[in-house]
């Protein structure tokens, strides 16, 4: 196995300022807040569950309460706006990787199925139900076999051997200004 892994992760002008003058940098709760505004809670239902599952893999510092997302793919990771796309090599028992598309479903709070016969049950059953969609399950205060279920789903990101490339993300509990290869500003 490689014992580096080359990375691009988006970062704000605020970040990179911090990552240039600390020389290290960690994402904290009031940054998503901040950033997601009235939909920060959604994206906090699918960044807890990550953070639970990813502390299982590799050890988070204490200072680190959310992940920092990165590509192994540079244009994979742009996610829209400005800043600045900062190129890492970083050690690869620092990094957690998993698939985007699964991922993105979890952001979308959706359950992952096993397959398309498990898809097909899962949707009868929302019908069964009356439900419309996997985050009315999960934002709401009922269902807690059903929100067990599709919570237990999102186990599957971090089951695969990934290699294509343009499919991977990655996250890191940290950033290092000993990792950067390269600051662009787009």
Known sequence: MKKEIDLWTQQSSIVKEKLLKEERTTVKKRYIKRKYKSEAEIFLTAYNFFVKEA???????????????????????????????????????????????????????KYLPDNEKDLKDHKKMLDMYGIDSDSDIILSPHYPKLKEKIKNSWQKLFEDDISNIENIKAALWE????????????
């Open 55 to 109: 502390k299982k893999i590799i050890n988070k510092p204490e200072d680190a309460e959310y992940p920092i997302w990165a590509a192994a793919d540079r244009k994979n990771a742009l996610s829209g706006g400005s800043g600045y796309l900062i190129k890492l090599k970083v050690p690869r028992e620092k990094v957690i990787l998993f698939d985007a598309d699964k991922w993105n479903k979890i952001l979308n709070l």
């Open 175 to 186: 950033l290092r200004l000993e990792w950067v290869q390269d600051i662009s500003e787009f």
